[in-house]
């Protein structure tokens, strides 16, 4: 136990050393790598060493069993020695009963040590497996660029059309950084693509993500026009044309409203509930 809170405590002070702040981002990275391969290092020497210790846990409990195997083969033999005197004189039943009685004891005793000794091999073992743990994720936090660098590399992939690539660096960007402003650009970025690939369903998810964890960002009036084309073109009118008036009453003077109003116009609805307006070919 003592061991295991001592490699924790190492991990996380290591952890700490190495959070850096975002502008020194090439030197920072170059430090948080050095590091890293530092708690490597530092991870195997102990790896090392907690195997050295199971080893000779291992041995304790095989010196154990083989005591245990060779005080039962004592106790056949004993028990097989009664029955012999047995047949012959009851002299001597009292005396060996006794031995057998202070082996038993042995063997409980043995049998007791043997537990022990597992139990604080699986503790050692438990505590290797939770450094390994440890050690991975701190990795993994160290490999994660810092966010307006993840940020800036995503939009630059989005604006040159490399939507593959821009999708996992968004993602990435939600999975690490999601209570962020920029989380909720991340979305709509993500959504965007999805309805230039005619997936609106998956985008009107996203376009949620937008409205409803980031009401306030920049991007919210751009999401909820968008989730309403994108309900249009799914055949939810009815649901559509609703997200579109909500864009001209919550943003009345932006371009998304403007853009709403004339979509309204081609549907042949009126941009406020309540009134419909037959379009020119009725």
Do not use: C
């Amino acid at each position: 136990m003592k061991i295991q809170r001592f490699a924790i405590a190492f991990v996380f002070s290591a952890f700490l050393a190495g959070i850096t702040p975002a502008w020194g981002v090439s030197k920072e990275i170059v430090q948080l790598q050095t590091q890293v391969q530092a708690l490597q290092d530092q991870m195997t020497s102990m790896k090392q060493s907690f195997d050295q210790q199971m080893g000779v846990m291992q041995h304790l409990i095989e010196q154990s069993t083989d005591n245990v195997n060779k005080v039962a083969n004592s106790i056949n033999q004993l028990q097989t020695a009664i029955d012999k005197q047995q047949s012959d004189s009851g002299a001597h039943v009292d005396q060996v009963s006794g031995q057998i009685q202070a082996l038993n004891d042995t063997l409980d005793e043995l049998k007791a040590r043997l537990s022990k000794v597992s139990a604080q091999l699986e503790a050692m073992q438990s505590a290797q497996q939770s450094l390994a743990a440890t050690q991975a994720q701190q990795q993994q936090q160290a490999a994660v660029p810092p966010p307006d660098i993840l940020y800036n590399n995503a939009l630059r992939d989005y604006n040159a059309g490399k939507n593959d690539i821009a999708v996992g660096e968004f993602n990435d960007y939600i999975k690490n950084y999601p209570t962020t402003d920029l989380a909720g650009n991340a979305y709509f970025y993500l959504a965007d693509m999805q309805f230039r690939q005619g997936n609106y369903q998956e985008a009107v998810k996203n376009y949620d993500q937008v409205i409803q964890n980031f009401p306030t960002g920049n991007k919210a009036a751009s999401a909820e026009l968008k989730k309403g084309l994108a309900l249009i073109e799914l055949g939810q009118k009815d649901d559509g044309v609703a997200a579109l008036r909500h864009v001209i009453q919550r943003y009345p003077r932006s371009t998304e409203a403007t853009q709403a109003r004339d979509r309204l116009r081609k549907l042949g609805v009126s941009a406020s509930a309540g009134t419909t307006r037959r379009s020119p070919g009725e």
